[in-house]
């Protein structure tokens, strides 16, 4: 449950789309006061292009939901680099796609919808879950009661040439020192996201993931694809359950809320004959996301407590009372620290 490198490098793949579509989810502000870092003024939008930063954001969302395209992916962070190709097709409310890793362990990832299947060639194991969509038009851009502005400021930075294509560049600073800045990069035609930096409070790149080639409008086949998709022969399928359930049902709680972050979702893995099953407890604050892992603690796995860093994913580990907690996110570390201190059991 707290992660391997290949389920980290395959989120680090995704990493611009899921900036996009963590901003598809309604975000409630929380008022708190939060240690405050200096950060230079952000000038607007400029005059001739009134975009706001939720506008910015519907228009990437709407071009990674819509826009058939294949292209190789790389992702830089902490001196390793990892690569994969992508093959994503849309036809109406359809999505497919197929991603082949071509760095580290050899893996298959097939997406349909909200279903996914992971083939693992050198076990011979193809694992399918479900996974839930955030839908093509999320609610909270058709309001104004989006919060994201209220913690990240943006600006535009012009235009550059990438993969092949022209894009333009935003900035998007925190405006305290809990989260991370970006800058992302997207196709000036359609807003696909080409290429997304992240920054520390210092403003210094900490991660870079960028398509190195891209080819969008690319004739894949939706058919072909889910048919590949369905070819288990020869391996064990496994199909993890994961049940939907909230912190205070099973008895978690944080004592404060952590600025701007919001409970998205909460879900846990049935018992087995090795005891109970571990809860993940999910935060975002429209573009950043935290998770929280609550397992049983096992004193011959459960060494010691540590923190690692790795690009912009932080890990923090300690022991709580009977419990082992593992937190991991795309946060200064402190942030994580703040979400581990006010983590307590309530029955």
Same mark, same amino acid.
């Given at each position: ?26 975000? &409630?502000? %929380? ?152 800058? %992302? ?37 939706? &058919? ?7 070819? %288990? ?14 912190? /205070? ?15 998205? &979702? ?39 407590? /540590? ?41």
């Amino acid at each position: 449950m707290r992660g391997s490198s290949f389920k980290t490098m395959i989120f680090k793949c995704f990493r611009p789309f899921a900036l996009v579509l963590y901003a598809c989810t309604a975000i &409630n502000y %929380v008022a708190a006061q939060v240690p405050s870092i200096s950060i230079p003024p952000v000038a607007a939008a400029s005059v001739s292009d009134p975009r706001s930063l939720n506008d910015w954001l519907l228009r990437m969302h709407q071009a990674s939901s819509q826009r058939s395209y294949v292209g190789t992916f790389v992702v830089s962070a902490g001196g390793n680099m990892s690569s994969a190709k992508i093959w994503h097709v849309c036809e109406g409310k359809q999505q497919v796609e197929r991603v082949e890793t071509l760095t580290g362990a050899q893996r298959s990832i097939f997406r349909h919808n909200n279903q996914v299947i992971t083939f693992m060639p050198e076990h011979k194991v193809a694992r399918s879950e479900k996974r839930e969509s955030l839908g093509l038009f999320p609610e909270m851009f058709q309001s104004a009661d989006s919060r994201i502005a209220d913690f990240y400021q943006f600006r535009r930075e012009g235009i550059e040439r990438v993969a092949g294509v022209d894009a333009d560049i935003i900035t998007l600073m925190p405006r305290d020192s809990l989260r991370f800045g970006y800058r %992302v990069w997207s196709e000036r035609q359609n807003g696909l996201v080409v290429k997304l930096q992240t920054l520390d409070t210092d403003g210094k790149v900490i991660e870079q993931a960028a398509f190195s080639e891209l080819q969008l409008d690319a004739p894949v086949s939706m &058919n072909q694809l889910i048919q590949m998709m369905g070819k %288990v022969e020869g391996y064990r399928l496994e199909k993890p359950v994961l049940v939907k359930t909230t912190a /205070s049902a099973e008895g978690w709680a944080l004592r404060a809320p952590v600025a701007g972050f919001t409970a998205m &979702n909460c879900y846990k893995r049935p018992a087995s004959s090795a005891g109970e099953g571990p809860l993940q407890w999910i935060f975002s604050d429209g573009l950043a996301s935290v998770s929280i892992f609550v397992e049983p603690f096992d004193r011959q796995r459960h060494v010691r407590e /540590s923190s690692l860093s790795l690009g912009a994913t932080q890990t923090l580990t300690r022991q709580l009372d009977a419990y082992w907690i593992t937190l991991v996110g795309e946060v200064p570390a402190a942030t994580l620290q703040l979400f581990a201190s006010g983590l307590e059991r309530k029955k």
